[in-house]
């Protein structure tokens, strides 16, 4: 009994393997030219969590969190004397914190405390002397105070204030950004779906290295799905 012939396509199977051996390259470079992107996209959501972090913190503890804000609207996403401002590269994020001034009237004033944010956190000590009279006149402790004097404030806001801004910053990054970021940010997810290499190995036996880069693209920034 003679066996019927069997042809083998050497040339088309040579074309496959290297097709997708072209797919997985491209698939590790398109990954990599993700990573800008993906490192943009968590530091801008990291600043929008921080910002809401914050004034959560600040709506819960208002006694150590009312001078980053404007009179009396502490933990007002509207109200903030700070900006958070990042600066990502494909391997590191940065953040920076700077204070705002104040363009509300406390009660009895008659011009903002331009610096109340800095100076509070800070704790840097302020002397009020009269300006428009010879007598001064202010509260302390909820009672009416005059002199004639200049008035020396050696903790502005209460040493309770002093580094509480500092303290809410780092505490952020020390205990929920670790725990918790990844999953809220949706990131973890993505980075646990490694399967996009294998479903779309069949694009990358007919494309290449093209689709490898369109793959390994999308799963590292999450753009377009798998």
Same mark, same amino acid.
């Given at each position: 009994?003679?066996?019927?012939?069997?042809?083998?396509?050497?040339?088309?199977?040579?074309?496959?393997?290297?097709?997708?051996?072209?797919?997985?390259?491209?698939?590790?470079?398109?990954?990599?030219?993700?990573?800008?992107?993906?490192?943009?996209?968590?530091?801008?959501?990291?600043?929008?969590?921080?910002?809401?972090?914050?004034?959560?913190?600040?709506?819960?503890?208002?006694?150590?969190?009312?001078?980053?804000?404007?009179?009396?609207?502490?933990?007002?996403?509207?109200?903030?004397?700070?900006?958070?401002?990042?600066?990502?590269?494909?391997?590191?994020?940065?953040?920076?914190? #700077?204070?705002?001034?104040?363009?509300?009237?406390?009660?009895?004033?008659?011009?903002?405390?331009?610096?109340?944010?800095?100076?509070?956190?800070?704790?840097?000590?302020?002397?009020?002397?009269?300006r428009e009279s010879k007598v001064l006149a202010?509260?302390?402790?909820?009672?009416?105070?005059?002199?004639?004097?200049?008035?020396?404030?050696?903790?502005?806001?209460?040493?309770?204030?002093?580094?509480?801004?500092?303290?809410?910053?780092?505490?952020?990054? #020390?205990?929920?950004?670790?725990?918790?970021?990844?999953?809220?940010?949706?990131?973890?997810?993505?980075?646990?779906?490694?399967?996009?290499?294998?479903?779309?190995?069949?694009?990358?036996?007919?494309?290449?290295?093209?689709?490898?880069?369109?793959?390994?693209?999308?799963?590292?920034?999450?753009?377009?799905? #798998?």
């Amino acid at each position: 009994m003679i066996s019927p012939a069997v042809k083998f396509d050497t040339k088309q199977f040579t074309k496959d393997m290297n097709n997708i051996a072209e797919y997985a390259i491209g698939f590790l470079e398109g990954a990599e030219l993700g990573r800008l992107d993906m490192m943009w996209a968590v530091a801008e959501s990291s600043r929008e969590i921080l910002e809401q972090y914050i004034d959560a913190s600040a709506r819960v503890a208002p006694d150590l969190l009312h001078h980053v804000y404007e009179w009396y609207m502490t933990g007002s996403p509207q109200a903030r004397l700070f900006e958070i401002k990042t600066k990502s590269t494909a391997s590191t994020i940065e953040f920076d914190a #700077n204070f705002t001034q104040s363009k509300s009237l406390k009660s009895g004033a008659k011009k903002p405390f331009y610096n109340k944010a800095m100076v509070m956190e800070k704790g840097i000590p302020l002397t009020i002397r009269p300006r428009e009279s010879k007598v001064l006149a202010f509260e302390d402790d909820g009672e009416q105070v005059f002199t004639r004097g200049p008035v020396t404030i050696q903790d502005p806001g209460g040493p309770q204030v002093q580094g509480s801004f500092d303290r809410v910053f780092s505490e952020f990054f #020390n205990n929920y950004f670790s725990q918790s970021f990844l999953r809220v940010s949706g990131l973890q997810d993505r980075l646990d779906k490694t399967d996009a290499f294998v479903k779309n190995i069949s694009r990358g036996k007919a494309m290449g290295k093209a689709a490898g880069k369109s793959v390994g693209y999308r799963w590292i920034t999450g753009k377009g799905g #798998n």
